[in-house]
């Protein structure tokens, strides 16, 4: 069976509501008949603004964080429910600036997965290698721990609806994309980690999306590659226009 192609943008600190309804609005007739699906991670004060546009859209709207516990007091945090109540349907989880300034740990980005679960919120798990590591030969070490720590424990049936993307800290926002060699590498070493916790049926079916400076001209030959179901854009997916380029290059042959 064919893995599902994505095209998620992650708008990080941009965007206030009324900006997110247009940009939805500017967006819709530009998608039409992409053949990925069309996810946008908003602020959360933007998520019911743009819910309310994307609807009855093949656009999907989703969080870029949130917080492990059901509710309770921590101060400045959000809850899945509360997220899905104001129109989110997914979230990303462990993104690189959540893990490097923000201090979360895989063992974190665990339990929030666990938690968008069982409120019924997609989550989508980011993990990546940075620069050092990289250079040092610990890509693959990194990834698996990451994996490991962010993803054991979970039962296969849930597994399967958890989208990965893969993101190398060194690529995102520095103009420096993973060729598509080097991506399609890391995309099978992450799937064969899947593998050892799911086993080889389910991992075959998780949908593992690159992530880091995408543009128009990249996502093409980025998500053509056999281990790579689609693409997690930031910078770009702020002009509705790059955007849907983006969109539109990324194809599986059917
Ligand atoms: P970028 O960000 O496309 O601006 O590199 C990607 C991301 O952080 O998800």
């Not at 296969?156 to 399609?184: C, F, H, N, S």
Request: net charge negative.
């Amino acid at each position: 069976m064919p893995r599902d192609l994505y095209v998620i943008g992650n708008w990080k600190m941009y965007k206030t509501a009324r900006e997110a309804a247009g940009y939805v609005e500017e967006l819709e007739p530009k998608v039409q008949g992409c053949q990925a699906k069309i996810y946008l991670a908003v602020p959360y004060t933007s998520i019911a603004s743009a819910a309310r546009s994307a609807k009855n859209t093949p656009i999907t709207i989703g969080a870029q964080n949130m917080n492990d516990a059901r509710e309770g007091a921590f101060t400045g945090e959000i809850a899945a429910l509360m997220l899905k109540e104001a129109g989110a349907e997914f979230v990303l989880l462990g993104h690189s600036e959540r893990r490097k300034i923000f201090g979360e740990s895989s063992e974190f980005v665990h339990k929030k997965t666990v938690r968008a679960l069982q409120e019924g919120l997609q989550p989508i798990v980011c993990v990546g290698e940075d620069l050092e590591e990289r250079e040092s030969g610990r890509t693959e070490e990194v990834l698996k721990h990451q994996l490991e720590k962010s993803l054991s424990g979970i039962p296969a049936e849930d597994a399967l609806k958890i989208i990965l993307a893969y993101e190398p800290v060194w690529a995102i926002g520095t103009g420096k994309t993973a060729t598509p060699k080097i991506a399609q590498e890391a995309h099978a070493f992450c799937r064969s980690c899947l593998a050892d916790l799911f086993g080889k049926k389910v991992a075959g079916q998780i949908s593992i999306l690159y992530g880091g400076s995408v543009k128009p001209e990249s996502a093409g030959p980025l998500a053509a590659q056999k281990d790579i179901d689609g693409v997690l854009v930031g910078g770009a997916s702020l002009d509705p226009h790059t955007f849907a380029e983006i969109a539109l290059n990324c194809e599986k042959p059917t």
